[in-house]
Nanobody, 122 residues
Framework: EVQLVESGGGLVQPGGSLRLSCKASGFTFSGYGMNWLRQAPGKGLEWVSGISGGGVEYYSESVKGRFTISRDNSKQEAYLQLNDIKIDDQGMYYC????????????????RGQGTQVTVSS
């Protein structure tokens, strides 16, 4: 059974940083791209970033230069480092497994976890 468990969210001030983690199990982690998506209150699901099985990184324009995605295949974990956080970054962040090795930006993932909440407030 595929499982994705996110952690690391919390309350942060504008300009602050957080590191989100996604622990994966139930599939060959290195064989799939991994994504981060988010959903702000009252809005739809937004693709934020993805990393292919080979480590190629992709970012949405709204987070490029501020967020960094990474993965550790030996631990079966993916990460999203959030720096210079803005009010608009607030929302539930989800880890999602791609349909294959590569990333298709904006594609709905094959599976996603339950999410971790990022709240931005001064």
């Amino acid at each position: 059974e595929v499982q994705l468990v996110e952690s690391g969210g919390g309350l942060v001030q504008p300009g602050g940083s957080l590191r989100l983690s996604c622990k994966a199990s139930g599939f060959t982690f290195s064989g799939y791209g991994m994504n981060w998506l988010r959903q702000a209150p009252g809005k739809g699901l937004e693709w934020v970033s993805g990393i292919s099985g080979g480590g190629v990184e992709y970012y949405s324009e709204s987070v490029k230069g501020r967020f960094t995605i990474s993965r550790d295949n030996s631990k079966q974990e993916a990460y999203l480092q959030l720096n210079d956080i803005k009010i608009d970054d607030q929302g539930m962040y989800y880890c999602g497994r791609s349909w294959g090795l590569n990333i298709v930006q904006g594609q709905v993932p094959a599976q996603r976890g339950q999410g971790t909440q990022v709240t931005v407030s001064s």
